[in-house]
């Protein structure tokens, strides 16, 4: 059974930080190009960051560079999401997704809340 699981959400105050986790489990997790997109209220789902399979390589939506860092451990089945510099506007759900190029398999977590605010 495939299952990605966010954690690491809360509640900051602007200018903070949150480390976001999501751990793989029921597939090759290092076969899998990781993402993390994220949803506001009344808004659709963006990309935030990718990361390649073995993490030699990473991309970043142009709001989110400079503040936030994508990373992965293979050997443990997990994708990081590092946010500096905490804003409102950075309120939202956020998703690991995994795809595997050329195969068409995508798989999304639940999603972990973030929200900032004083």
């Known amino acids: 059974q495939v299952q990605l699981v966010e954690s690491g959400g809360g509640l900051v105050q602007p200018g903070g930080s949150l480390r976001l986790s999501c751990a793989g489990s029921?597939?090759?997790?290092?076969?899998?190009?990781m993402s993390w997109y994220r949803q506001a209220p009344g808004k659709e789902r963006e990309l935030v960051a990718g990361?390649?399979?073995?993490?030699?390589?990473?991309s970043y939506a142009d709001s989110m560079k400079g503040r936030f860092t994508i990373s992965r451990d293979n050997a443990k089945n997990t994708v990081y999401l590092q946010m500096n510099s905490l804003n409102p506007e950075d309120t939202a759900v956020y998703y690991c997704?995994?795809?595997?190029?050329?195969?068409?398999?995508?798989?999304w977590g639940q999603g972990t809340q973030v929200t900032v605010s004083s």
């Open positions: 997704n995994a795809r595997r190029h050329g195969t068409g398999l995508v798989y």
């Open positions: 029921g597939f090759t997790f290092s076969m899998y190009f």
């Open positions: 990361i390649t399979t073995s993490g030699s390589s990473t």
